[in-house]
């Protein structure tokens, strides 16, 4: 508890910044982003928070369920893990660590710092190839890279952080934020914005082209998501809103990293 509370102290004496996350790469985002909360603050409670779900899942035996499928995610992962430079210097050398988690919901994650899990209904029921695995894993890596989770935390400390810090300030416990449940929150409940999402699938389109995956896969990938609509949307399709232009997008970011792909498989 102690530890909280001066969490929420230094918070606030380190008050607030606006950083750029990443570089602009060939799909050229660039936009600042205000800052209330340090990333080593975040990652610290992604990592507690990502603890919780995986020794959960492994009590229930869903941790890595099908080793040949764990392994075949971990690979395409580690191929775009490789690009993360490309945004930003310090990813490659992240705690990066990946796993399947046996699921009947169609979810795919990447909380900050690095720690991946897909789910594997997912790749089961959308019957996805490499390339398809590669835009999912792609464009949840690029939500990491952006710091979006550090940004949305920031937000709730914005409108929320006054309360505990002052609760603090006159001893109050209970108005102490317990910071994992916030990342946790911001994992599986709270929708991204379309901006976020806009940024994780430019990034993510180019990613995968770099890493030698077709960067034209995230279009068949969303065109299938939308399929699965209707009556049950799929869990990753209803967190991620999305604007009736995305596909024309991805197809326009695709063909801006077009020669990367092309690169990245030796034909020119
Ligand atoms: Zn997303």
Redo the contacts with the bound molecule.
């Keep these: 508890m102690r530890k909280l509370l001066c969490a929420g102290l230094i918070l606030l004496a380190a008050g607030c910044k606006t950083v750029q996350t990443t570089q602009p790469g060939v799909v050229g985002v660039s936009r600042e982003q205000s800052m209330l909360v340090s990333s080593a603050t975040v990652n610290q409670s992604a990592e507690r928070a990502y603890r919780q779900v995986t020794v959960e899942a492994a009590r229930k035996g869903q941790l890595n369920p099908d080793p040949a499928q764990a392994a075949r995610v971990r690979g395409v992962a580690q191929r775009l893990i490789a690009q993360t430079g490309a945004f930003r210097s310090d990813a490659p050398g992240w705690k990066w660590e990946v796993n399947l988690i046996g699921s009947r919901d169609l979810n795919a994650w990447c909380m900050p710092g690095g720690k991946i899990g897909v789910y594997s209904a997912l790749i089961d029921e959308l019957h996805l190839g490499d390339d398809e695995l590669a835009a999912v894993i792609g464009?949840?890596i690029?939500?990491a890279l952006r710091e979006?989770g550090r940004e949305r935390v920031s937000k709730a400390y914005a409108q929320g952080i006054g309360f505990a810090v002052v609760g603090t300030a006159l001893g109050i416990s209970s108005a102490a934020i317990d910071l994992s449940r916030v990342v946790l929150d911001v994992t599986y409940n709270l929708p991204?914005s379309r901006q976020?999402?806009q940024e994780?699938?430019r990034i993510g389109v180019e990613l995968a082209a770099r890493a030698g995956f077709d960067p034209y896969a995230a279009i068949g990938l969303w065109q299938k998501m939308q399929a699965r609509g209707g009556s049950r949307p799929p869990q990753f399709l209803s967190?991620?809103p999305s604007p009736e232009t995305r596909l024309g997008d991805l197809k326009g970011y695709a063909d801006l990293v077009a020669p990367l792909y092309r690169q990245a498989r030796g034909a020119h």
């Design positions: 464009h949840e690029a939500h979006h991204n976020d999402e994780a699938d967190t991620h």
